[in-house]
């Protein structure tokens, strides 16, 4: 089955890919791994992608690399290029040399011979930049990895990053965003949108806070409440819908049962009014 997911332009890469994706953090284990659950997770990734949810977010440092070898179970039943893996190298591992040894280690515990996005998980400020961009353009031009992207980086170490490459340009930074977490508004999602840089939005859901105050009476839940009567839609699709209404933002919400897979896929194919989501917009500010 197949429900109506949208797919966004990567960039400027040309790359379409689910604007409502899959993150993985906390999926087979926190800080260390946690087999307990690795069947459903294997089988949750997989409907995720027989959703047409074809984009499934990483990193190696989510539960020590459990999680990338579940997504490399996960879609080994799938021809390659029908899913869009994106990894991220962490934050102590940015030195030139390491760089390359942890893409390899992801490399092998997904299974594949590349990834589409790899990103830099934090920025180091104890490591050059230019030493770990330098380190990323080589993995892209050995086709280890397909676009190169950022994570939690400001708009002045995103100018940086792009400094330091000669042949290709960053193609996402992910950072977080959502109706609870707004600050990238100031500064980073307008210069992203200038410059075509996709913004991938983790924890749309502020990691459960908007749920937990939907059962609250708020006046901003409520006129969540009363929006996504409207339009037929849950509250929570409502909220992914206001997250992915912008050309260049994406998101990779968190799921671990079917239901839940549905419903954020159920945020896509069609869009809030701009009155709906300009009033979200103030009501949540």
């Not at 020590?64 to 799938?78: M, Q």
């Not at 999602?189 to 937990?212: H, K």
């Not at 006046?219 to 929570?236: S, V």
């Not at 819908?241 to 954020?264: D, G, M, Q, Y």
């Amino acid at each position: 089955m197949k429900l109506p997911v949208e797919y966004k332009q990567l960039g400027k890469t040309g790359e379409k890919i689910a604007a409502v994706g899959l993150g993985t953090w906390r999926l087979g284990g926190s800080q260390s791994p946690d087999y307990a659950h690795d069947l459903e997770i294997v089988e949750t990734i997989r409907y995720a992608v027989e959703l047409g949810m074809n984009h499934i977010d990483t990193a190696e440092m989510y539960a020590s690399g459990h999680a990338e070898e579940l997504v490399g179970r996960a879609i080994k039943v799938f021809p390659r290029d029908e899913v869009f893996i994106a990894t991220k190298v962490w934050y102590t591992n940015l030195r030139y040399d390491d760089v390359l040894q942890a893409c390899e280690r992801s490399l092998k515990r997904l299974g594949v011979k590349y990834v589409d996005l790899y990103m830099i998980h934090w920025p180091n400020e104890k490591i050059p930049l230019s030493e770990t961009m330098k380190a990323m353009e080589k993995l892209y031009k050995d086709g280890k990895i397909r676009y190169i992207g950022v994570s939690n980086f400001s708009t002045r170490l995103v100018e940086e990053a792009q400094s330091n490459l000669s042949t290709t340009e960053i193609a996402a930074n992910q950072v977080e965003y959502g109706l609870h977490n707004r600050s990238i508004e100031a500064d980073l999602l307008p210069y992203c949108e200038r410059n075509g840089i996709t913004v991938t939005a983790y924890s749309p859901l502020g990691q459960g806070r908007i749920a937990m105050e939907l059962k609250a009476k708020t006046k901003r839940t409520e006129t969540l409440w009363e929006i996504a009567n409207r339009y037929g839609k849950t509250p929570i699709q409502v909220a992914l819908n206001w997250v992915i209404w912008r050309e260049n933002v994406i998101t990779i919400p968190k799921a671990s049962r079917r239901e839940h897979l549905e419903e954020n896929a159920g945020a896509c194919g069609w869009r809030l009014l701009p009155r709906d989501y300009q009033l979200l917009s103030d009501v949540w500010r």
